[in-house]
Structures are given as structure tokens and as C-alpha cells.
């Protein structure tokens, strides 16, 4: 079984950049795709951005492509989630999650697809 630990949040203003990272133990990292989910106060959970287990297929929400990028580093058993140009409307609870797929090109979109996740990270981006 995985842990997952969120950090790199913060208070920032519109424009702004932030890294935010997802460390892993307890498990075998390289088995699981990572997933970055994102919780606005009165808002459903929503996708953000998904790795695959090694890497290779990476897969976007519309609402963050091309500001947002996400890498992993399996040595260090860590997921990272580059955000810049940050807007008010990215403001949320941000969650990594792992999904143990059988297969390294797989990379679920969907919640509950996903197994284990972190208590999460507060992001506010004011304007």
C-alpha cells in the first residue's frame, strides 16, 4: 500500500508560479500512474493532469493545458505538478492520487480509478 504526502501550496497572486509536489513510500512507486486532482470550495473534485507509470504518457484537463506540467522522478518516488500563469479559478485543494495499473501506458482520468490519495494541498491564487 502507497502513502501519498502533498506539498509546495501556497498563497500567490494571478501569474504566478508554483511547484507542487507528491511523495511517495510504502509501496512501489513505479507501479502506479499519478494523477493530480484539484477541490474548489462548493465544487465537485475535478481532474487535473495524470503520468503514467514511467512516464511516457502524460494527459491534461483543457482548463491547464499549456500552463500546467507534470513529471515524475522514480528514483526519488515523487510526482511534480508545474503551475504557472496561475489564475483565480485554480484556487482548490490539490490532490495526488495513485491508480496500480496493470499496464505502463495507462493513465486513468477518472477518481475512482484511483486507489490511494494524499490529505491534499491548499493553492489560492488571489487577483
Known amino acids: 500500500q502507497v502513502q501519498l504526502v502533498e506539498s509546495g501550496g501556497g498563497l500567490v497572486q494571478a501569474g504566478d508560479s508554483l511547484r507542487l509536489s507528491c511523495a511517495a513510500s510504502?509501496?512501489?512507486?513505479?507501479?502506479?500512474?499519478i494523477g493530480w486532482f484539484r477541490q474548489a470550495p462548493g465544487k465537485e473534485r475535478e481532474f487535473v493532469s495524470t503520468?503514467?507509470?514511467?512516464?511516457?504518457?502524460?494527459y491534461y484537463a483543457n482548463s491547464v493545458k499549456g500552463r500546467f506540467t507534470i513529471s515524475r522522478d522514480n528514483a526519488k518516488n515523487t510526482v511534480y505538478l508545474q503551475m504557472s500563469s496561475l489564475e483565480p479559478e485554480d484556487t482548490a485543494v490539490y490532490y495526488c492520487?495513485?491508480?496500480?495499473?496493470?499496464?505502463?501506458?495507462?493513465?486513468?482520468?477518472?477518481?475512482?480509478?484511483?486507489?490511494?490519495w494524499g490529505q491534499g494541498t491548499q493553492v489560492t491564487v488571489s487577483s
Open positions: 510504502g509501496g512501489t512507486f513505479s507501479s502506479y500512474a
Open positions: 492520487a495513485a491508480s496500480q495499473v496493470s499496464f505502463p501506458f495507462i493513465i486513468p482520468v477518472d477518481a475512482t480509478k484511483y486507489h490511494y
Open positions: 503520468i503514467s507509470r514511467s512516464g511516457g504518457q502524460i
